[in-house]
């Protein structure tokens, strides 16, 4: 019997009353926040300028509520499908109803669709077309019954069944697919799995050399609640190669029968009392588990441990990029950049305070052309015509080498006074071929604008790099391995996050800066900056509302992350919105002073009372927000500039000693660790057992890219490219290097060495262990490299 509608006694809660049960607020704050996101708000503005309306919630909990309430959203959507499915086929029973509105994932959603869901002819099916269901559930219920005896009743070679023993696998098929499509059961049995099976991986025959990057996963296993992100990544990647062969192990091999078969027996009644259909039972539940559960259980298995891993490595790439986004500017300063290079030359670009081209050149110090002292005269030259303060040079090729050369410069020419600092390329060599590259530097040669790029991003590291896709940035974990709609909108948001938390200046931001800003498409940046080319700098935000296609929606959104540094207004140089200027006009005549004298005025702005100016559009949380913008305004978020300082003479990784300590700067965080750049072109691995004294559940707690750091040199590894580092510097150094330069041994988190663990898990217990990942492509991948890690 079917019904037309859901039953009133489900109690089903609302999508928004999930999501605040989640995020432990109350319903009404999400319900204001999800009425903002549909309206077409950016989270950055909900959390900046509609604090009152969503009660505080602040922008890591709107992102978090964001994606939950797309995910929920398209649960709904797939539950509605499901129900108009079942009942299209008649077999929508109240009951059913309820359990499809009651299903909270979409894993248990599809488990509760699956005896529902079209599907071609099973062999369960043309078994019930021959009429054998009844033979089935008869020897279920009923085990006392002789199967083949019950059995030849059932023959019908009309039907297609020639004997008693093809009825009999016929009755198999349909009690098979019975038991594999009960949804409390799969779910229970899945969840058992997850909690007590591990992975498992053997190198396959013939691929040892091939696949010596795999060479920690060739015989090795351990419980998929210990595999962290990176492991399952690489494990995968490994598999996708061929050089991996994966097996999903639901616990330790036993002797007897599986304890998920003796589970779906139970569940169906199932005993071996010596009855006669007594042991065709049992082998038919043993068949229903090797044949279709095990089956089903592995692919839901590997999709939950590949989606698990993709979410803490888009995490992980996130949260690196938001950390480079937000590196400290060097600021309006003239900077010489230098992309490095030997046959093809160093590349020189000079770019002044506000990142405009100068001068650009090319010069050859290095091999094999060797024009030392011409490079540092041309450099010198450059330098005082332009009044260049810093020198920007890339990581990448002949780094070092051109470090050197800024540093006989620098010392040979101390009136310049120069400083030099190495800089992160990554991305570099992408932008220099992009489309926007070529509109922003048409006449320039593809090989200079890498140099360019260099220089602006030590001025402003945010400002350049969101001109580059985020993928290319250099900062991610397996990142060809991801999702790439995940990965994409995860990084699109930090990039989003980022550039309206720091503001951007109107009047000199470029069309990808301007697209980053909340309300801002790529088409309408441009317009911007088309109408800042005719008709010259904007001196009021309210001018703004004089751009094609920039409307009343687009300017709410925008303006108050737009600032104009002096223009008409004091306030447009601010974070404060322009619907707030009336709080501020109010705040004038109370104080007495005139805008330009309140704002940075802290005497003044302190003696304010926030509560008086209070009122039904703004509440105490937005009028306090406008005092502290007024006393610092236009306030950068961002740390102050300072550099690190590589040790003279470690330029290779044959100058590094164990015991050496070293300033270096992180390049990138993993789940394993951190790699920090010391200055010899591969890039040294602090495990995370290394970087405290103390448990470090993540390393990012303890270290994040860009920040300079100490390190001590524990073991050199030169055949193999090894550097192993340790952020405590009173950790005793390797007391000698064999001729292989033999890896000190990496503990895992839990403190464990790896290969105890692995014994633990493995059967055999002769696998080595995970000490690192294999190599991703892309950035990741260099920084492997460059640790020697690949």
Not at 37 to 45: A, C, I, K, Y
Not at 113 to 142: C, H, S, V
Request: glycine share 8%; hydrophobic share 40%.
């Amino acid at each position: 019997m079917t019904t037309p509608g859901p039953s009133a006694s489900i109690d089903v809660r609302s999508i928004e009353g999930r999501i605040a049960e989640e995020l432990g607020v109350r319903e009404r704050q999400v319900k204001a926040a999800v009425e903002l996101l549909d309206g077409g708000s950016t989270v950055p503005f909900i959390a900046r300028y509609r604090k009152e309306a969503t009660e505080m919630l602040d922008d890591a909990q709107l992102r978090t509520l964001e994606e939950r309430l797309r995910y929920l959203r398209e649960l709904e959507e797939r539950r509605t499908a499901i129900l108009e499915s079942v009942r299209e086929q008649g077999k929508l029973t109240e009951e059913l109803e309820a359990r499809i509105r009651t299903a909270q994932t979409k894993a248990r959603l599809e488990d509760i669709y699956l005896p529902y869901k079209p599907k071609r002819r099973t062999k369960a099916q043309i078994a019930r077309e021959a009429g054998l269901e009844p033979l089935a559930e008869g020897l279920l219920a009923d085990a006392s019954v002789d199967p083949l005896a019950a059995a030849a009743a059932f023959v019908d070679a009309g039907k297609g069944v020639a004997d008693p023993q093809a009825a009999l696998d016929g009755a198999r098929s349909i009690l098979t697919e019975k038991f594999s499509e009960d949804a409390d059961l799969i779910g229970e049995l899945r969840e058992r799995m997850w909690g007590r099976g591990r992975l498992a991986a053997k190198v396959k025959d013939g691929k040892e050399e091939a696949g010596a990057k795999f060479a920690d996963y060739f015989d090795f296993a351990e419980p998929f609640t210990d595999l962290p992100s990176h492991r399952v990544l690489a494990l995968l990647r490994g598999e996708k190669e061929d050089v991996l062969d994966l097996v999903l192990e639901p616990e330790e091999a036993t002797d007897g029968p599986s304890s998920y078969e003796g589970i779906v027996a139970n569940r169906f009644g199932i005993a071996d009392r010596g009855r006669a259909a007594d042991k065709w039972l049992k082998d038919t539940v043993r068949w229903a588990w090797r044949t279709r559960i095990l089956v089903h259980l592995g692919i839901d298995l590997r999709l939950r441990l590949r989606t698990a891993a993709e979410d803490e490595a888009v995490n992980v790439f996130a949260a690196n990029l938001r950390d480079l986004l937000l590196a400290a500017p060097a600021g309006t300063r003239a900077t010489l950049g230098l992309d490095p290079g030997f046959r093809t030359g160093v590349k020189v670009a000079v770019v002044d305070a506000t990142g405009k081209v100068v001068a650009t050149d090319v010069i050859h110090p290095h091999v094999p052309a060797n024009r030392w002292d011409e490079a540092i005269a041309k450099l010198a030259r450059l330098a005082e015509e332009h009044a260049v303060d810093l020198i920007a040079i890339g990581n990448g090729t002949a780094s070092r080498e051109t470090d050197r050369l800024a540093g006989e410069l620098i010392a040979k020419h101390p009136e310049l006074k120069l400083t030099k600092v190495m800089v992160s390329e990554a991305g570099a060599s992408v932008y220099s071929a992009s489309a926007f590259a070529s509109q922003e530097l048409p006449d320039m040669d593809v090989s200079l604008r890498g140099a360019v790029s260099i220089a602006r991003r030590l001025q402003d590291p945010l400002a350049e790099l969101v001109k580059i896709d985020p993928k290319s940035i250099g900062v991610g974990q397996y990142q060809h391995d991801l999702s790439e709609v995940k990965l994409s909108r995860s990084l699109d948001a930090v990039v989003e996050d980022c550039v309206n938390g720091v503001g951007v200046d109107v009047n000199t931001a470029s069309a990808p800066l301007l697209a980053r800003v909340s309300g801002v498409t790529s088409g309408l940046a441009e317009n911007i900056v088309a109408h800042r080319d005719a008709n010259g700098p904007f001196t009021s935000r309210i001018e703004l509302k004089k751009v094609s296609r920039l409307g009343p929606k687009a300017y709410e959104q925008c303006a108050g992350f737009l600032r104009i540094r002096g223009g008409s207004d004091p306030l447009d140089a601010s974070s404060v919105h322009p619907e707030a200027y009336p709080v501020v006009r109010r705040m004038v005549k109370t104080s007495g002073q005139e805008v330009g004298g309140l704002v940075g005025n802290t005497a003044v702005l302190r003696s304010l009372r926030p509560a008086e100016f209070v009122n039904e559009t703004f509440g105490l949380p937005t009028v306090t927000d406008i005092l502290k913008e007024l006393e610092k305004p236009g306030r950068d978020p961002r740390p102050a500039f300072r550099t690190a300082t590589f040790k003279e003479g470690v330029e290779k990784i044959s100058d590094l000693s164990s015991g050496m300590v070293l300033e270096g700067v992180v390049t990138n965080v993993a789940a394993f660790g951190a790699f920090v750049d010391v200055g010899v072109h591969q890039d040294g691995l602090v495990h995370v057992s290394a970087m405290s004294k103390t448990f470090v559940k993540d390393p990012r707690d303890v270290v994040k890219p860009g920040d300079i750091v100490k390190v001590k040199v524990m073991d050199v590894d030169i055949p193999r490219k090894r550097i192993s580092l340790t952020l405590r510097l009173d950790d005793e150094a390797a007391a000698s290097q064999g001729p292989q330069g033999e890896q000190p041994q990496k503990r895992e988190r839990g403190g464990k060495p790896p290969r105890q663990r692995q014994q633990r898990a493995s059967s055999g217990g002769k696998g080595k262990a995970a000490a690192a990942p294999a190599p991703s492509s892309g950035a990741m991948a260099d920084a492997l490299r460059r640790a020697g890690l690949a």
